[in-house]
């Protein structure tokens, strides 16, 4: 039972580039979200799936897009990266209230 | 939409001594209210949550305290250890119920 794994773990871009972050968990919960930290300024919701099929956008999705894959998978695509998008990138997934997260994706943006 | 704002950012005192961290919000429909702690380096991790049925949890030198009407929140940390070093987040949840919105971090320093 992994939880919540994420992948890659470190990236780096150029301004332009595009990537796609992979999350998936075995937990069987139905809600999934994509966070990024940034210093100072918590953990900030940038999409959430609150069940398979659906997404929504959260407090800062500007340059993101999602798809929730399945159940078990949420990516998160960057199309063309901004270096305003180096952040550490948190994927976490819920059944009731509480969320799990995954170990993270340190991504620069150069 | 819900706003969570926290204090003190930074925080150190001294092993043994205890440790407050507050946290406000916004909508009056939240009814979860969970802390989370970060080690350097670590994924954010669930040490205690409260709902708005009750006013005070606690677990082993953590507690957790909800006062409804002013909407705020606390996380208290006694005979605090360096091990409690981290960083440690409080979250609300939205009126929907689902997504969790974030303070914005307590940074706490515990001195051998």
């Known amino acids: 039972n992994a939880g919540v794994t994420q992948t890659p773990k470190f990236q780096v871009l150029k301004t332009g580039q595009s990537m796609t972050l992979q999350c998936a968990q075995d937990?069987?919960?139905?809600?999934m979200y994509w966070y990024r930290q940034d210093p100072g300024m918590g953990l900030r919701l940038i999409y959430y799936?609150?069940?398979?099929?659906?997404?929504d956008k959260g407090e800062v999705p500007n340059g993101y897009n999602v798809s929730r894959l399945n159940k078990r998978e949420f990516s998160l695509r960057l199309e063309s990266a901004a270096p305003s998008q180096t952040s550490v990138y948190f994927c976490a997934s819920s059944e009731t209230n509480i969320q799990y997260f995954g170990a993270g994706t340190r991504l620069s943006v150069l | 939409g819900e706003n969570v704002e926290q204090h003190p950012s930074t925080l150190s005192v001294q092993e043994g001594d205890s440790a407050v961290i507050k946290c406000t919000y916004s909508?009056?429909?939240?009814?979860?209210f969970p802390w989370y702690k970060q080690e350097l380096g670590k994924r954010p991790q669930l040490i205690i949550d409260?709902?708005?049925?009750?006013g005070e949890k606690k677990d082993q030198r953590i507690a957790v305290t909800l006062n409804k009407t002013a909407k705020h929140f606390s996380l208290h940390i006694t005979e605090t250890q360096p091990e409690d070093s981290a960083v440690y987040f409080c979250?609300?949840?939205?009126?929907?119920?689902?997504?969790?919105?974030f303070g914005q971090g307590t940074e706490l320093s515990v001195k051998p």
């Open positions: 979250a609300a949840t939205d009126a929907e119920g689902g997504k969790l919105i």
């Open positions: 409260i709902r708005s049925n009750v």
């Open positions: 909508d009056s429909a939240s009814n979860y």
């Open positions: 937990m069987n919960h139905n809600s």
């Open positions: 799936s609150a069940s398979e099929g659906t997404t």
